[in-house]
């Protein structure tokens, strides 16, 4: 790894987020609070500028961007942000514990959406605008952005691309990466803009609603209120973001293609397709359930609360606007599986990706037809492209690694967690970047009551989940740190 073009593009990124921190510190001001709100921002964002200045002065230099390099960019990039985001918590008094601090801002940049703060109510305005703006900057990916805006990276900024976009594939929309990054955050900015007024027209306020929409583009869940959008009381704004968060967990390409004036490639890709089948029979699956368990809730009543919930949990958003943790045990698994199963690649979801449960399912269908045809020659496709080994192998690696880190993780977590539900949840949801759980992390609970050793352990999910595992996996490998 060359040190000086890694961490002069850490550089940018920490001043991306020195302003992002700026901004919010500014609305704090303006709206009057408190200067312990307003300084806790404001000396934040000048200390992290400081060592932003510093860095960038030190390792100015002409070198492009490896692929190793890029893999460098975003394993150390992210973590250095996150610590450097969980300053105002602690400087606020907001959040007490830096780990907890950290486990929060990793939370935001993550888009998991899981809470260490019982009473979002008693937060300042200017600390609540930034834990959505950790959900705006980590949705589609700070270095997307730096990538977007910065024209030195030049041909490095693929490999910045490829790093930090999740998912099997990442589809070059432009040309140059460059074009593709600064289209994706257009989509992503025009998308939280047209959410925002939609929420204003449903009754939220301005605040409220800039915060709401860029959690819910970001799939990320953080709300202003304590109740999440159960404090709302209007299917109006259920509905609005039910439709927002399936954009957010639908392919931006896609959306890309549809803002030209093509409307058929959200119904002709097969990922959406299996994507929204599986949400219907689960939300079907789980109505039903509802309405038998709970006798004097009507059918109506039950269809609206499960929507919301598969909607919320399938696409890693984590939005709350029914206690799931009281329903049937069987619609508890079912949900946990939705929050395994994720998003669909290149959206801004978490788990596992639709595309990879997909090409899984094929390759298995596949084996068993061929225990019975051994000569058969029995291609796995997708969309109708024929797959072959060199591709899924990847992509079976994955979610076995996948798999197996969710079930250490679990049995980890049982020396944090008071029980099996709250473990498993806990890491899916984390791993996942959901948010919300099961048990002592149910969704009327959070995450405060996670002793700090727990929650360094989840602050460890989020991050692999959200970079998929080989990116920060390469940090121990000894070649990686050799020039």
Not at 244 to 263: K, P
Request: glycine share 10%; hydrophobic share 55%.
């Amino acid at each position: 790894m060359n040190f000086k073009p890694v961490f002069h593009v850490i550089a940018w990124l920490l001043g991306v987020v020195a302003i992002a921190m700026g901004v919010c510190g500014l609305v704090s001001f303006l709206y009057g609070e408190t200067p312990a709100a307003w300084t806790a921002l404001a000396y934040a964002a000048a200390g992290t500028l400081a060592v932003a200045a510093a860095l960038w002065t030190l390792t100015r230099n002409d070198q492009e961007l490896s692929r190793r390099d890029g893999l460098g960019v975003v394993a150390i990039g992210w973590p250095l942000a996150s610590l450097a985001g969980a300053v105002p918590y602690v400087l606020s008094g907001a959040i007490v514990s830096p780990v907890a601090a950290v486990f929060e801002t990793v939370s935001g940049m993550t888009t998991t959406g899981a809470s260490v703060i019982p009473a979002l109510e008693t937060v300042p305005k200017g600390i609540l605008l930034w834990r959505a703006m950790t959900h705006f900057i980590g949705g589609m990916g700070i270095l997307v952005l730096v990538v977007a805006i910065l024209p030195f990276v030049g041909a490095g900024s693929m490999q910045l691309f490829r790093a930090e976009m999740a998912g099997p594939t990442k589809d070059r929309i432009e040309p140059r990466m460059a074009a593709t990054a600064k289209t994706l955050w257009g989509i992503y900015v025009l998308l939280i803009i047209l959410l925002v007024f939609l929420l204003r027209l449903g009754g939220m306020d301005w605040f409220d609603g800039v915060c709401h929409a860029c959690a819910t583009l970001a799939t990320g869940g953080f709300s202003t209120r304590t109740a999440s959008i159960a404090a709302y009381h209007s299917a109006y704004i259920e509905v609005v973001l039910m439709a927002f968060m399936l954009l957010g967990g639908l392919n931006f390409a896609l959306h890309y293609r549809v803002l030209r004036g093509e409307f058929s490639p959200w119904w002709r890709d097969s990922g959406t397709r299996f994507y929204l089948g599986v949400l219907a029979a689960a939300t079907l699956f789980c109505t039903v359930g509802l309405h038998g368990a709970a006798g004097n809730l009507d059918w109506g009543e039950a269809l609206r609360q499960t929507s919301f919930t598969c909607v919320s949990l399938a696409t890693t958003t984590g939005f709350c606007t029914a206690d799931f943790d009281g329903w049937p045990a069987a619609s508890k698994v079912l949900l946990l599986l939705l929050m395994l199963m994720g998003g669909c690649v290149g959206s801004t979801a978490g788990g596992i990706k639709v595309a990879r449960i997909q090409m899984t399912l094929k390759a298995v269908a596949r084996e068993i037809r061929l225990f019975m045809q051994p000569q058969a020659v029995i291609p796995v496709k997708l969309d109708r492209t024929p797959l072959d080994d060199s591709a899924l192998v990847p992509v079976l690696a994955f979610v076995t690694l996948y798999l197996l880190v969710a079930a250490t993780g679990t049995v980890a977590m049982l020396w944090f967690a008071p029980n099996l539900a709250t473990a498993i949840s806990a890491v899916v949801s984390c791993l996942g970047g959901v948010g919300p759980g099961l048990s002592a992390v149910g969704p009327t609970m959070n995450y405060s009551t996670i002793p700090g050793g727990g929650q360094l352990m989840l602050i460890g999910m989020m991050m692999a989940g959200r970079l998929e595992f080989f990116t920060l996996l390469v940090l121990f490998v000894p070649a990686f740190w050799k020039k």
